[in-house]
């Protein structure tokens, strides 16, 4: 696998919530992070959170008690459930895989995204 592949979004009110999923494989001894970014219309697209290798989380300060990043090996699926919703969230929400060990392959690899769509 090499690219990987999002699902999970939709239209919600706000105060709501969505978990949305990203299928995508990774070699743990190639200390590989996972990720969460998003791009809102005329924005540029933004960190959401990273899933370390060693299985530590990292939030930008937007997302920080409302979203919570998971990785889940048996389904080589990323997760990021998604709480309290709001209007600010809108974007398209992509997955990204990296290997940050240099003897691996290093190439950065993005889904082609998930909708969020928050109403108020």
């Known amino acids: 696998q090499v690219q990987p592949v999002e699902s999970g979004g939709g239209s919600v009110q706000s105060g709501g919530s969505l978990r949305l999923s990203c299928i995508t494989s990774?070699?743990?001894?190639?200390?590989?992070?996972v990720s969460w970014y998003r791009q809102a219309p005329g924005k540029e697209r933004e960190f959401v959170s990273h899933y370390n290798s060693d299985g530590s989380t990292t939030y930008a300060d937007s997302a920080k008690g409302r979203f919570t990043i998971s990785f889940d090996d048996a389904k080589s699926t990323l997760y990021l459930q998604l709480n309290s919703l709001k209007p600010e969230d809108t974007a398209m929400y992509y997955c990204r895989r990296q290997n940050k060990l240099v003897l691996c392959d290093t190439d950065e690899y993005w889904g082609q995204g998930t909708q969020v769509t928050v109403s108020s």
């Open positions: 990774r070699v743990t001894s190639c200390r590989p992070v």
